[in-house]
């Protein structure tokens, strides 16, 4: 079984200070701020949709986790001149953003 423990969104253009008790849960983990940790980790994706694919990752403590790696939105589609198709997948991100903010589960960092 798996469970979120943790939300990296360190990828993503978001600003503004944590509330001081989600700071300190995340700076628990030993996986936030490390780039590499989903880098190429084709055996281990346990899902994908339009916004990114999740991957099951082991912390040092042996804890399994799922983590959610987004894909790159506007500035990769800039890059390519699709600026449309960035705009759509920065309005799905900020879509996910919120739900995910309602959400209360006991398995859900809550945003």
């Known amino acids: 079984n798996l469970k979120l ?3 990296n969104l360190s990828y ?3 600003s503004g200070e944590l509330p001081p008790q989600l700071a300190k849960e995340m700076y628990k983990s030993s996986f936030l701020g490390n780039p590499g940790l989903c880098g190429d980790l084709k055996d281990n994706v346990i899902g994908s949709g339009s916004s990114g694919k999740v991957y099951k990752v082991v912390l040092n403590s042996g804890e399994a986790v ?3 790696k987004i894909w790159g939105g ?3 589609e800039v890059e390519s001149g699709d600026v449309e198709k960035g705009r759509v997948q920065d ?3 900020d879509a996910e953003v919120e739900t995910l903010g309602k959400i209360r589960h006991k398995n859900i960092v809550k945003l």
Do not use: C
Request: hydrophobic share 45%.
């Open 91 to 93: 309005n799905a991100f």
């Open 74 to 76: 506007v500035r990769k």
């Open 66 to 68: 799922a983590v959610k």
């Open 5 to 7: 423990n943790q939300l």
């Open 12 to 14: 993503n253009r978001l």
